[in-house]
């Protein structure tokens, strides 16, 4: 008897999750893989440059200022991207410049993800007058360009004193990033919990007795967080790109290496003939973003439900 | 139609107030005083309080007729902003930067339309073949490269190095001199997202059911893709471009900057430089009331072209 629902037990196919049926997917592609990897290089640098801070450890991309040879050398074996103005080494300086646009774009993301997901939920699970204010605030929000957008918030918060904190640096750029562009999946996630308030999970949980707190924040977002996962690997890099520009044009981090700021440098430089500082720069951002490109429409095609039935 | 179009104009009048609502909180109350900082090193107080009288900083906030509050909606209504930090009208160096913008922003808008819609029709052709999969690498390798990176190398490699055309704006150049390079680069810059876009559109035309009877009863490829796909591929493609004609008015902040064109991109880089919030709340608060203004008449040619649109 035991023998037999074994068997049975054997023969039936074990269900996938959506998140374990994608991943699979994504697993079987080559290229994504590498993708992730170099993801995942950046970040870990990212943190590694955190921790050698944190202990003061003396490694390369932490002694950025040391002065390695004279102004402006040339690439060669010893310093692979040459040296700036102060003889400082490039590639140490593009490194730690990964510190910054990965703390930008995680802040900023962290900020928008905070603003827009309660309120989209909120507004499609009420609707009603609280809708109606929501969607006046972001329709407000997106009729101005988001460049502008961005541009205004950077000016008037950069070294501001808001609640006895003092906005210096990149705190000003995550900010005016963060709090412009939550638009876009607000409204995604208003959408969807408005298609999902029907569906009969919310009727059961609803029978259960739960409140509305708990069905939208147990029950309504876990089951559209996939959505959020894909857009941001895309937004991702859009955010990079703004910190690259809000840097170059001045308003992000003065007294540290970023990569906006090693292109600004690199106006004047390059008519001299002194491209390295700008090809760093460029290459660092490039790999960083056609990774993510490339793994986040992976990662649309792998969890998206709509795009997988054709 | 007379009441669809009365009801849109209505629906405009709460975004606007919004609009002037969030500059009012950007620039006044967080901006805060600046009289201090728009004085100088040296000023006497008597300077200072001067300036704070002629921009009503010293007013109330809220809370009487003649408060920051009322005059920040006053002054936005009548579009007169006025001052700037070297005392010339916000209004009047709008003005006098829109010319260069337009001439920088229309030549590349069209170029990137014109480019992109006939690329994508080509990509739609042989889909599914080398071509397709190498032209969306090439589309996802361009995103990917960070738009200062192309406007560098462009000036350096075209202008300075191969003088083929004129690395800076000066005054005694004709427009198509001092247009040219930027507008290229610009083409150049976006046609990786755009292509990407209009791929995904005609091919998601593709897909449906008339393409395949078009195709059953025996039309050729390029009958098809011209007569059938590229028509219902319309809808799509006038939303993207009516909505991205507000955006011209803005010129391009960083091409303008780079080849030192006097256009508004450069007058907002100037006013982020100097702080000067004037310039920024107007531009701010005019590129809303255009985006506004294209979103209303989107809806109204939808409305008017497609009948499945109702009016209510």
């Known amino acids: 008897m035991i023998e037999r629902e074994q068997i049975t037990r054997k023969k039936l196919p074990k269900g996938r999750s959506l998140w374990q049926d994608g991943l699979r997917r994504l697993r079987r592609r080559k290229l994504v893989m590498v993708c992730f990897a170099v993801i995942v290089l950046y970040f870990l640098l990212a943190g590694f440059i955190y921790l050698a801070e944190l202990f003061d450890w003396k490694v390369g991309p932490t002694r950025w200022q040391e002065e390695v040879s004279e102004s402006y050398e040339p690439p060669s074996r010893k310093c692979i991207f040459g040296t700036d103005i102060f003889g400082q080494s490039v590639f140490r300086k593009t490194l730690y410049g990964t510190k910054i646009s990965i703390t930008v774009a995680l802040c900023a993301s962290f900020i928008s993800l905070a603003i827009g997901v309660p309120l989209g939920a909120i507004a499609g699970f009420f609707r009603g007058f609280v809708d109606e204010i929501i969607v006046w605030i972001y329709s407000t929000l997106s009729s101005i360009p988001y460049i502008l957008l961005i541009l205004a918030f950077a000016v008037v918060l950069r070294d501001k004193t808001l609640f006895g904190y003092k906005l210096t640096g990149i705190t000003t750029v995550y900010l005016a990033i963060g709090l412009t562009s939550w638009v876009g999946i607000c409204r995604l996630i208003r959408g969807e919990v408005m298609k999902h308030k029907e569906r009969e999970y919310v009727l059961a949980a609803r029978s259960y007795g739960c409140s509305n707190s708990r069905i939208i924040f147990k029950h309504l977002i876990p089951n559209v967080f996939h959505l959020v996962i894909i857009d941001f690997s895309l937004r991702f890099v859009g955010f990079i790109h703004a910190e690259v520009i809000l840097s170059f044009l001045g308003l992000g981090e003065a007294e540290r290496p970023s990569w906006g700021a090693m292109i600004n440098d690199a106006r004047i430089e390059l008519s001299r003939g002194v491209w390295w500082q700008m090809a760093a720069a460029t290459i660092a951002i490039f790999l960083i973003s056609l990774t993510l490109n490339i793994f986040g429409d992976a990662l649309r095609d792998s969890l998206d439900p709509k795009l997988r039935v054709q | ?312």
């Open chain 2, 1 to 312: 139609m007379t009441v669809y179009i009365i009801r849109r104009l209505l629906y405009t009048i709460p975004i606007v107030l919004g609009v002037l609502l969030l500059t009012f909180v950007l620039f006044t109350l967080v901006g805060g005083d600046i009289s201090v900082e728009l004085a100088g090193k040296n000023a006497t107080p008597e300077t200072i309080e001067e300036i704070r009288e002629e921009y009503g900083l010293n007013k109330p906030l809220f809370l009487s007729w003649d408060s920051q509050f009322i005059n920040h909606f006053k002054s936005a209504l009548t579009f007169d902003f006025g001052r700037a930090r070297d005392r010339e009208p916000v209004i009047d160096k709008i003005k006098r930067g829109a010319g260069p913008s337009l001439a920088l922003m229309v030549p590349m808008f069209i170029g990137i339309i014109v480019i992109s819609v006939s690329l994508s029709l080509v990509v739609a052709f042989v889909r599914g073949t080398v071509w397709d999969v190498l032209t969306v690498i090439i589309c996802v390798a361009g995103m990917s490269i960070p738009y200062l990176s192309f406007i560098l190398f462009g000036q350096y490699f075209f202008a300075y190095k191969w003088g083929l055309f004129p690395v800076f704006f000066s005054p005694d150049l004709s427009t198509v001199q001092y247009v040219a390079l930027p507008v290229l680069i610009g083409i150049v810059t976006s046609l990786g997202s755009n292509l990407r876009f209009y791929r995904t559109v005609m091919l998601d035309e593709m897909r449906s059911d008339y393409v395949r009877t078009a195709f059953a009863k025996g039309l050729t490829t390029r009958r098809v893709l011209f007569k059938h796909v590229l028509k219902n591929a319309m809808i799509p493609i006038i939303t993207r471009v009516v909505m991205a004609i507000p955006f011209l008015f803005l010129g391009s902040l960083l091409l303008e900057r780079f080849f030192g064109i006097p256009g508004l991109g450069y007058l907002m880089i100037e006013a982020i430089g100097s702080r000067d919030y004037f310039v920024i709340n107007a531009m701010t608060y005019i590129s809303a009331i255009l985006f506004v203004v294209f979103n209303v008449i989107t809806d109204i040619c939808y409305a008017w072209v497609d009948p499945r649109v109702s009016f209510d």
